[in-house]
């Protein structure tokens, strides 16, 4: 199940910032980028902003979207074959009004957080990557994951 982050949102909560600079978005990629190495979960991070460039960091995406991350957000959500599958990180109600009004998800940050768990806590004692149970269950629970 893919997701998509909100980052100037996320940024704004956890580092109390109406406009971040690159610290503090390299900050929140690093920190996301190391949650994700133990899950099968990808994510697309999303930041206004003028750039309109794109990075790839293994199951993390990062988008510079060249204006509104909001509206990039619900344009890439218009897009996909199966909006109800995608996931959208964000504390802005307006934003999730709209995810939601598109046939997508939505979840709070801290339940984001509480997910993933803190960075390193993502392997077991042994060395053994965590098992995500219940995106495993999401992934069972569609039809077309299955060969019944």
Not at 11 to 16: A, D, P, S, T, Y
Not at 23 to 47: G, K, N, P, Q, Y
Request: proline share 5%; net charge negative.
């Amino acid at each position: 199940m893919p997701y998509f982050l909100d980052g100037n949102n996320l940024i704004g909560l956890v580092r109390r910032k109406a406009r971040p600079g690159e610290d503090d978005r390299a900050a929140l990629v690093a920190e996301i980028s190391e949650r994700l190495r133990h899950t099968r979960s990808s994510v697309r991070l999303f930041f206004d902003g003028p750039s309109g460039r794109q990075t790839s960091l293994g199951r993390l995406t990062v988008t510079d979207v060249g204006g509104s991350a909001d509206d990039a957000i619900v344009r890439e959500l218009a897009a996909s074959s199966d909006p109800g599958q995608i996931t959208v990180v964000t504390a802005d109600r307006e934003l999730s009004r709209r995810v939601r009004d598109g046939g997508g998800r939505t979840m709070p940050p801290d339940v984001f957080w509480d997910r993933f768990g803190a960075s390193a806590a993502g392997a077991r004692k042994d060395g053994a990557p965590a098992v995500d149970v219940e995106e495993w269950m999401e992934y069972f629970a569609d039809p077309k994951n299955r060969t019944d």
